[in-house]
């Protein structure tokens, strides 16, 4: 009798370890599924997020490369501006000097 309690025990002690192994698997696999889930999003985030990136450097690029035009452009512009200046300075001065010579 007390042999046939402790098989029986054993037994219900074997189901329970089985049932118990059964349920830590099932727990380990959905966590592991989680975790490559979780994996995946991140990586489509990080490659998302490396795409971005990539068009905002190539949108500086192309907006220092207008600001370096734009520079130049506004260089080219004010030695003319300059030459002009001076331009008018000499003929003034010329004109002053003819008149002071015709007078």
Sequence with gaps: MVVDEIATT???IDVRMGDLEDTIRAEMSHRL???????????ERVNHLEGDVNRLTAVLAAVHHSVD??????????RRLRDMMRGIVMAYNTQERVLAILR
């Design 10 to 12: 054993a037994e219900d």
């Design 69 to 78: 035009q734009e520079a130049a452009s506004r260089r080219v512009e004010e």
């Design 33 to 43: 599924a989680q975790r490559d889930t979780i994996e995946r999003v991140l990586r």
